[in-house]
């Protein structure tokens, strides 16, 4: 084998051990840990700015009647708290709704009122939030929600 060949190899070897000590690394990272103290309280400070407005300061959502369409074609916001559905969804669906917004992710010509805040908040931000969220479910939901988002992983 010639020497190109050999750098070649090693050069390959090296990028693949760097990437998968990235996904190794940036999957720990990701963690969304709602008993993490530091985490939940960086979540709820940017909940409290950016989130409840619409999804209320309390977690209850916009109106009691959140599964019936509004006027324009959006639901209203939801309620974060065990009333509602975000429980029922995994991390990284949830992860995703709140990056990229309602719209990104439903069918075609879906309408959503929840807009993108991938580029408003970092992830970390964002994952921040939704530990904040999950940290105010009654543990036997938290515990089903995070089997879901485990299973799916």
């Known amino acids: 084998m010639s020497n190109k060949g050999v750098i070649y190899i090693a050069i390959s070897l ?24 530091k985490m939940v309280a960086r979540g709820q400070q940017i909940y409290g700015l950016y989130c409840a407005e619409c999804h209320g300061i309390k977690l209850e959502g916009e109106t009691p009647d959140w599964r019936t369409t509004k ?4 639901l209203p916001a939801p309620p974060h708290d065990e009333t509602g559905h975000t429980w029922h969804h995994d ?43 999950k940290s105010r479910w009654p543990r036997e939901i938290q515990d089903r929600q995070q089997r879901l988002s485990d299973a799916l992983k």
């Open 71 to 74: 006027a324009d074609g959006t």
């Open 91 to 133: 991390d990284q669906l949830l992860f995703d709704y709140t990056k990229r917004g309602g719209a990104a992710l439903g069918p075609e010509g879906f309408k959503s009122g929840m807009p993108p805040f991938g580029k408003i908040l970092s992830d970390m931000e964002i994952r921040s939030v939704l530990a904040f969220i």
């Open 14 to 37: 090296i990028a693949i051990a760097a990437a998968y000590a990235f996904i190794q690394l940036s999957g720990s990272y990701a963690k969304i840990d709602p008993q993490d103290e």
